[in-house]
């Protein structure tokens, strides 16, 4: 059990739920004691208490009765403004309006923010999941945490029966990787929080109500293209900007591929503020250093390239490590070899304070349509979310189940109310691929350091999704903005394709998403 081997390894317990947090209605009697260990602080907040891990941030702006809180970090591209606090205490003026949810959509980062007033909590996450969170009621008291598994140890859970059946299936680590659906957790009594939804807790009862995106739109062409182009782009300048502030030592994490090309474009004009870097685990990842050291050395950025360790053996305490980082993620979500070391390598070698990726961008570069090369989708349904998630030819029963936990969820969180202009499948991407399976990575790799998305802005997303899905598919309002941004490294013309893109891949995988969509269950 790993609670025995943390108790004889002090040094090593900090790793546990690394960065995360805890809010809840009940007190934790004992800080020191397991899953703690010390490395946690208490504050309390109108009679909630939030417990942060060390390397973890809350903060909060109070007025007239209502507190305003942060968990994680946050940036404002609009108010041009690094100081959660700050921004919290602009927000606060429009607090208990419908302007609330305006303000929050302006926000750039990884957090989950709410409010409490008079006893009553309310909160969502950000705008793609990035900051992995969950809730629950247990025992008649609120949790909410970063970790289900933290929620699990502090109240004695068992993992769900359905749960564990899923993760037993043959495909359910091979096929976009190990996550779970709709908003399951390992706990039928915990659940994860889903992007654009808030959440409220007041007198023990739980409610929620989505409020993105919620207003139709026409599709952006011609002159009004090209100022979407420009008002996204200039977003993501202003981003980059408030990186370089609010880090010591920010650095982009660099490839050949469009969307960190993007954001490498975004930061041009203050270079000497950042540094790069690229890392080798995997053959196929040898044209993405090379592409990433040429634009480096084209416009003067220190690039370091980390060779990964292609065994555990000059990774001290590897298995114990392995062990952590099963337990964070609580046994849902095992790793190839190659993505552990990544990570405990880059955290002893790496001299980043916080990594600026470039996530979040698939959600409007239509990633399902390229995923399956597809220029059209299946209307909403269960079957096309269970489809989405994973395609579970082998076991019918299985997918039977998924279609019914899918229904479930689809009409709980109200994706009926959002404009058929924002098509399902791109929600899907942000928010079920990327809430369950992105939040959850990002919280995996937050052991090394922090990081941040200058794509992770509701209001970006938004003006993208205004561009023709064609353009989306293709990746042109990518190519727009890098050429709007820094045209020297446009006309580099450098793109490294992920293998997941080529067209023999979508072909193949098309035809099994074709035959599946007919299948009856």
């Given at each position: ?38 490395n ?34 946050c940036y ?10 700050k ?19 302006e ?35 609120f949790y ?22 899923l993760i037993?299936y ?17 706990f ?21 109500k989505?409020?993105?995106p ?6 952006a ?22 990186i ?8 982009i ?33 040898v ?6 050291k ?23 305490d ?11 993620s609580?046994?849902v979500a ?22 600026v ?27 096309l ?7 579970f ?26 404009p058929?202009?924002?098509?399902p499948?791109?929600?899907?991407y ?26 992770n ?8 999704f ?21 045209p020297k490294?446009?006309d ?6 992920n293998m997941?893109e ?20």
């Amino acid at each position: 059990m790993l609670k025995k081997v943390l108790d004889k390894r002090p040094d090593l317990c900090g790793y546990l739920f690394i960065r995360g947090f805890l809010v809840s209605d009940k007190k934790v009697e004992n800080l020191d004691r397991f899953p703690f260990y010390g490395n946690w602080n208490e504050t309390e907040k109108d009679g909630y208490y939030f417990y942060t891990h060390k390397k973890a941030a809350v903060h909060f702006a109070s007025d007239n009765g209502v507190t305003l809180f942060v968990l994680g970090h946050c940036y404002d591209p609009f108010l041009m403004e690094i100081d959660e606090a700050k921004i919290l205490a602009d927000i606060l003026k429009d607090a208990g309006t419908d302007k609330y949810y305006d303000r929050i959509s302006e926000i750039t980062g990884v957090y989950v923010t709410g409010a409490i007033e008079n006893g009553k909590l309310r909160f969502s996450v950000d705008p793609s999941g990035m900051q992995s969170a969950c809730y629950g009621v247990i025992d008649g008291h609120f949790y909410l945490s970063s970790h289900p598994q933290l929620i699990g140890d502090i109240c004695s859970l068992e993992m769900d029966d359905f749960v564990k059946e899923l993760i037993r299936y043959k495909w359910y680590g091979r096929v976009m990787g190990p996550y779970l659906p709709a908003d399951l957790t390992p706990f039928a009594a915990v659940k994860r929080i889903v992007p654009s939804i808030d959440y409220t807790y007041a007198d023990g009862k739980l409610a929620h109500k989505r409020f993105w995106p919620l207003v139709p739109f026409e599709v952006a062409e011609g002159e009004e293209y090209d100022r979407v182009i420009k008002e996204a782009a200039d977003i993501l300048k202003k981003n980059m900007e408030l990186i370089s502030k609010k880090w010591q030592h920010p650095w982009i994490s660099l490839t050949g591929g469009i969307d960190s090309n993007t954001t490498f474009a975004a930061a041009e004009g203050i270079y000497d503020k950042f540094e790069t870097f690229s890392y080798l685990s995997a053959p196929k990842e040898v044209p993405d250093v090379e592409a990433a050291k040429t634009i480096s050395e084209a416009f003067g950025l220190k690039h370091h390239v980390y060779e990964i360790p292609e065994t555990p053996d000059a990774i001290a305490d590897y298995d114990i490590k392995v062990e952590i980082q099963r337990h964070n993620s609580g046994y849902v979500a095992e790793r190839k070899g190659n993505e552990s070391r990544k990570r405990f390598y880059l955290e002893e070698n790496c001299g980043c304070d916080v990594e600026v990726k470039s996530w979040v961008s698939e959600t409007i570069r239509a990633y399902w349509y390229k995923h399956y090369g597809r220029k059209s989708m299946p209307k909403l349904s269960a079957k096309l979310f269970r489809n989405l998630y994973k395609i579970f030819l082998a076991n019918r029963s299985l997918a039977h189940k998924v279609d019914k936990l899918f229904d479930s969820y689809i009409r709980a969180f109200e994706y009926d109310k959002i404009p058929a202009c924002y098509p399902p499948a791109d929600m899907h991407y942000n928010e079920v691929t990327w809430g369950s399976w992105g939040g959850m990575n990002i919280s995996e790799m937050k052991y090394c350091f922090d990081i941040t998305f200058a794509y992770n802005n509701r209001k970006f997303l938004d003006l993208l999704f205004r561009v023709p899905l064609e353009k989306r598919i293709s990746d042109q309002h990518h190519l727009d903005m890098k050429k709007y941004l820094n045209p020297k490294l446009y006309d580099m013309h450098i793109r490294v394709v992920n293998m997941k893109e080529t067209d023999t891949r979508a072909r193949l995988l098309n035809i099994i998403f074709t035959v599946n969509s007919f299948l009856p269950f």
